[in-house]
């Protein structure tokens, strides 16, 4: 997974947080009974801060929902009508994004029912921004997709790939340009660096789908389990009453 430099000291912060918590909560859960419970079963705790920061992803996750999943322009791939969309946050730099490709094709071939969303999260290079930036002006021009795999095919992203990739799409590279600096495209770089933050990513490729994030190219398998988890969660709760 390529790592994002300005959340370097999230996993320290949250270990911090963990041990803080696990202070907190063992004198105050019921006396010395649950408390002398806990320091005999100790692999509890880590379980139950585990359990804590999915809930609290999931509520994140939630309040973010409907911005995630609405995609710029036709920067997707998949269903017209979804019952269930995978957001990917992205960068072309990103060698684990370039290799995660096939298994987001390969998704939307065998599941009719599934979206893709992109999220361009340009952070690792000096050329990042400029794919980005390039990629979003193909969707507004309606040719987001074949763009978007023909950057991939051509490298990291720099002014001979992003042209020769124009070139394979079919548009201007000029006319890229000239549209990938307007204003909406640069609201939704800024909307994705946002989502970002609000949901505690930290480097790309970052997944998110029904109420979980998964980080790093975690390959087919398990993206089309968080795709089957995402549609059975929804269908049980369509299933509640009420």
Request: aromatic share 6%; with cysteine.
């Amino acid at each position: 997974m390529s790592r994002w430099p300005l959340y370097a000291g999230i996993a320290l912060a949250s270990s911090a947080v963990t041990a803080v918590a696990t202070s907190l909560i063992l004198p105050a859960q019921g006396g010395e009974a649950v408390r002398d419970y806990l320091l005999a079963h100790p692999e509890v705790i880590p379980e139950a801060m585990d359990r804590l920061r999915a809930k609290e992803a999931a509520g994140r996750i939630a309040g973010n929902r409907r911005a995630l999943e609405a995609p710029f322009a036709g920067a997707w791939i998949g269903a017209e009508k979804p019952d269930v969309t995978l957001v990917q946050f992205f960068d072309y730099a990103c060698g684990f994004c370039r290799a995660s490709l096939p298994d987001i094709q390969r998704l939307v071939r065998e599941d009719a029912k599934l979206r893709i969303v992109f999220r361009e999260l340009p952070i690792l290079s000096p050329g990042s921004e400029a794919g980005a930036r390039a990629s979003l002006a193909a969707a507004v021009r309606g040719r987001y997709v074949r763009f978007h795999d023909a950057l991939y095919a051509a490298g990291r992203p720099d002014s001979g790939t992003i042209a020769a990739a124009a070139g394979a799409a079919g548009l201007d590279a000029a006319d890229l340009t000239r549209v990938g600096a307007t204003s909406a495209v640069t609201a939704e770089l800024s909307r994705n660096i946002e989502l970002a933050r609000a949901l505690g990513v930290t480097g790309t490729p970052a997944w998110v789908i029904g109420d979980q994030t998964l980080s790093g190219a975690v390959g087919y398998a398990a993206l089309k389990k968080a795709v089957a988890d995402a549609r059975a969660a929804r269908a049980g709760s369509a299933s509640k009453p009420g």
